[in-house]
């Protein structure tokens, strides 16, 4: 056995020990910098172009940590994944014996990559892990079987020598290349162990990233505006990039303005309910939630529920205060509109009421007039021919004047109805009496500013709830008032004006409303639709009141449109509406109306009035005792009675809404019990026309007279049913013979 020279075998071990210092130095030698100096050390007792440790990878891949030599250094593919070739992974893995490749440029990837950076053969040769308790370069590390690492030492890398000569790796020195990889065993398994600790640790930190930038996202995209204030200064520590799309104020500069969302709230109230809730939680108590109108730059205000509560600590410290604040705009909007559907239905069902308790005595009054006139007409009353004349204007003003009273009436019930259910059948409506009675409801606004300039052509009845069209008209003239200044005299009175017209070329009538007020400002001009939008002071107005007559309109198959400035207006200015609606097509779509009642005057007859209204139902006595035979009932409950006693009647005049036993139950039970008599039946009103009664009228055929009404009314309703009826009793008459 050939002996081996004592100078190279120091040699070895002088080389043996530099490596082993670099190894001891460095918990890492796969960093760039550990490794640089690894092959510095290595580089001093046996010359090579490129120095590399690879380690295996699934699949039988390669990664690469390679240090270049010369001016290759840079180009250096540290930490690389190549693909493994065959005969190397075989006989330096598998095998656990060197392997040489003497021409990088006919060979596979790696060799091609060797060629390419210069280096053109290569020797590999296998590091395996050192012995348990054995110290680095210990000599077993490299005894045993091949490929069993020996020991039970598994081979974990390989060592690549690059030469700069093809051929080079033949004169290689194995030996010493070998005890260089041996000493590397330790601190390359070592590493590999930091590393994979590094690996893992990293993808615990990017797993976390991860989830934070998941929550971030979540918190960003949230409908809501997320905060954490500062428990000490009550200053914003954190705020969700949703707000700056809500509050139209960028994230980073709501951060550094000091009290940004105590000054976001718009209202006083607002402010101090948000300051309180923020106040509870510094103390460590949470507090309701409130709601509040928000600014937001650029755009109109929203309304907002907010929610503010501390985050406490174990031992019972404030640490951060949060909070939440909600877009509660439409919500708000929805429950504002139903708040002012109730207020009207309550509305309507007070103006019924106060409806029924004028129109009864006003019906008392007329026909009290009536009497009156005609008793001072008679021959037992003598006056001078002034008294006379004047006797009479009196009586007949009087007269006027209750029936406009009775026409206000009718005018607010008709504004203060409720809506018709959807779907329900719609009444052929005259617009220029609608636009009448609106002028009647709004003229003590309007004088007060300006003057009433009224032009009503002849236009074809609309289709549509009468009601609702005058809700919208009194909308629009309330709005033109108010757009009048207060004037300083009666001259500045008469220079403004507030104009209603009637139009319409047989398939459409417009009913046009106009003032010399201050108009609209362009920029507001598309947003007078939007609910809550308003420029007047929230003790003036809502902003609902032109959204809900655009649904109104559009429901009714027809548009209302603005225009400001008014167009040929000189000087410029004042705002017009109009409001554009088809005619009525087919009458058969519509509510029945009911006709007016002829005047007739019929042979004396029976007739019981049923009224609970005893000064009406002696006047009704008087006056129709003239020509036909009264009895009075005081209810419905009294009159039965009364025909339960054998008396009979051909004519009743029946009110519809009475006290006990209402008018139309009265009816359905003589209706059973005497169709005949049912026949004769008139109804008296002074609530006016409701769905209800429309549907009752409707069933039972029956005439309606409506409080107030004059006697010749009376007479000639009365006229018109012993007629109807005449024939039919006669044919019963004959019948039972």
């Keep these: 056995m050939h002996a081996e020279p004592a100078s190279e075998r120091v040699g070895r071990l002088v080389a043996l020990n530099a490596v082993l210092t670099v190894v001891a130095r460095h918990s890492n030698l796969l960093l760039p910098r550990p490794f640089e100096e690894l092959a510095g050390a290595v580089g001093r007792f046996a010359a090579f172009q490129l120095l590399a440790v690879v380690f295996p990878e699934p699949e039988g891949g390669l990664r690469a940590y390679a240090v270049f030599r010369g001016d290759a250094l840079a180009a250096a593919p540290f930490g690389a994944r190549q693909p493994a ?14 392997f040489s490749c003497d021409d990088t440029r006919a060979g596979d990837a790696l060799a091609e990559m060797g060629a390419s950076a210069g280096c053109l053969s290569y020797v590999a040769l296998p590091v395996r892990a050192a012995p348990p308790g054995a110290q680095p370069g210990h000599p077993a590390a490299r005894s045993g079987p091949a490929g069993a690492g020996g020991f039970g030492c598994p081979i974990i890398a390989a060592l690549v020598v690059g030469y700069g000569d093809a051929g080079a790796a033949a004169s290689a020195p194995i030996p010493l290349l070998e005890e260089i990889a041996d000493a590397l065993g330790a601190g390359l398994d070592r590493s590999l162990r930091v590393v994979a600790g ?13 989830l934070e930038e998941q929550h971030r996202n979540l918190l960003d995209n949230a409908p809501l505006i997320i905060f954490r204030l500062d428990p000490e200064s009550g200053e914003l520590s954190f705020l969700n990039r949703h707000a700056e ?23 006083p109230e607002g402010v101090m309910c948000f300051e309180d809730a923020v106040a509870r939680a510094k103390l460590g108590a949470p507090s309701a939630s409130y709601e509040a109108r928000l ?37 708000h909007a929805a429950r504002t509109r139903l708040i002012q559907v109730d207020r009207l239905s309550t509305l309507g069902t007070l103006a019924a009421g106060v409806a029924h308790e004028i129109n009864n005595p006003a019906a008392f009054i007329l026909l009290g007039l009536d009497m009156l006139d005609r008793l001072l007409r008679g021959p037992n009353v003598r006056m001078e021919g002034s008294a006379a004349s004047s006797a009479s204007e009196l009586v007949k003003e009087l007269r006027d004047s209750i029936k406009r009273i009775v026409d206000i009436v009718r005018d607010l019930k008709l504004f203060a109805s409720p809506p018709q259910p959807e779907g329900s059948r719609r009444t052929l409506t005259d617009a220029n009496r609608t636009v009448d009675s609106a002028l009647s409801l709004t003229r003590g606004q309007i004088i007060e500013r300006a003057q009433i300039v009224k ?33 300083s005299s009666k001259h500045e009175a008469r220079d403004q004006t507030v104009t209603v017209e009637t139009r319409s070329d047989g398939e459409t009538v417009e009913i ?8 609209i400002a362009e920029e507001n001009l598309p947003r007078i639709w939007a609910p809550f939008f308003t420029t ?3 003790e003036v107005g809502t902003g609902l009141g032109l959204s809900i007559s655009r649904e109104i309109i559009e429901r009714a198959g027809g548009q209302i449109t603005a225009e400001s400035p008014v167009p040929g207006r000189v000087p410029p200015g004042g705002a017009r509406f109009i409001i554009s609606l088809p005619a009525a097509g087919r009458t058969d779509e ?43 009932a005081p209810s419905a409950d009294a009159a039965m009675g009364m025909l339960a006693g054998g008396q009979r009647f051909d004519v009743v005049l029946c009110d519809l809404r009475m006290p006990g036993m209402s008018g139309d139950v009265f009816y359905t039970r003589i209706h059973e019990s005497d169709p005949v008599l049912a026949q004769g039946f008139i109804f008296m009103t002074g609530v006016g026309f409701g769905a209800d009664v429309e549907r009752f009228l409707a069933s039972s055929g029956r005439p309606l007279l409506e409080k107030p009404f004059s006697a010749e009314d009376a007479l000639s309703a009365i006229a018109e049913v012993v007629s109807a009826n005449s024939a039919p009793r006669a044919e019963a008459r004959d019948s039972s013979r």
Excluded at 318 to 325: D, H, K, M, N
């Design 85 to 98: 070739p065959a005969a190397l992974f075989r006989r330096v893995f598998a095998e656990g014996e060197p």
């Design 512 to 519: 046009v409303v106009s003032d010399t007020g201050a108009g």
């Design 455 to 487: 032009n009503l052509s002849e236009v074809p009845p609309i289709l549509m709830d009468d009601g609702r069209l005058g809700q919208v008209i009194v909308n629009l003239l309330v709005n033109a008032a108010q757009a009048i200044p207060k004037p």
């Design 245 to 267: 799309r809500l509050l139209g104020v960028p994230v980073a500069e709501a951060l550094r303005t000091p009290g940004f969302l105590g000054e976001a709230h718009a209202d």
């Design 590 to 632: 519509a509510t029945p109306s009911v006709s007016p009642v002829p005047r007739l005057v019929s042979k004396r007859v029976r007739v019981l009035v049923v009224e609970d209204e005893a000064s009406l139902a002696r006047a009704l006595s008087d006056q129709l005792g003239r020509v036909h035979e009264v009895a009075l």
């Design 295 to 331: 600014r937001r730059r650029g755009g109109d205000a929203i309304t907002a529920r907010g929610t503010v509560y501390p985050l406490v600590s174990d031992r019972g410290r404030v640490v951060a205060i949060e909070g939440v604040l909600a877009d509660v705009s439409t919500e």
């Design 198 to 210: 590094e690996r893992e640790a990293a993808e615990r930190l990017l797993r976390i990233r991860e």
């Design 536 to 538: 007047k002071g929230p």
